[in-house]
């Protein structure tokens, strides 16, 4: 059994515990990434459309995943996917209250749970130190690697982990345990 999953377009490289062919993640993450996007959306060709993104995301950068966690980063970019589809959805659609079915009402219930673990999210990160800051919405946001954070900020990887780890701390205490066992569950 592979524990270490990464990838890597060079698989010369790593020995074969160490690395897994872009075919293999698929195989291996699209059904729990697809349930995972259909529990939070209630829609099929939506939770499809997502999944399927995120593995384009994966094949663009894939020549630089080979000291990432995929899984984590899979079910990070998919969960950001479905965050921006909910907003989009909520954006986009004007409901009279009288079409509401008692259908929607989960969905909507948890669409507006994961609106405000947003906006708190969002909140703990704009009280960061500045740098602190600039490394979690590159990594986050822009979704960088460590080392390509270090090398555009100037300064050492271990500096950029260390900013993720205070971030990271900061944001869990923030939005405290209830939020986070919510949290869980959508994932």
Known sequence: MKTNIKACSEPKTLSSEDFLTFDEVYDRYWKPLYRTALRILNDEQAAEDIIQDTFVRLWEHWDTMCHINIKGWLFTTSYRLVLKSLKQLKSSQVLD????????????????????????????????????????TMSRNEQLSIKRIAVELGISPKTVEGHMTLALKRIRQSIGSLTILLLLLFL
């Open 97 to 136: 209250g009288s079409d509401l079915s008692p259908v929607w009402a989960p969905e909507a219930d948890s669409s507006i749970q994961l609106q405000q673990l947003q906006k708190q999210v969002d909140e703990c990160v704009d009280e960061l130190p500045e740098k602190c800051r600039k490394v979690y």
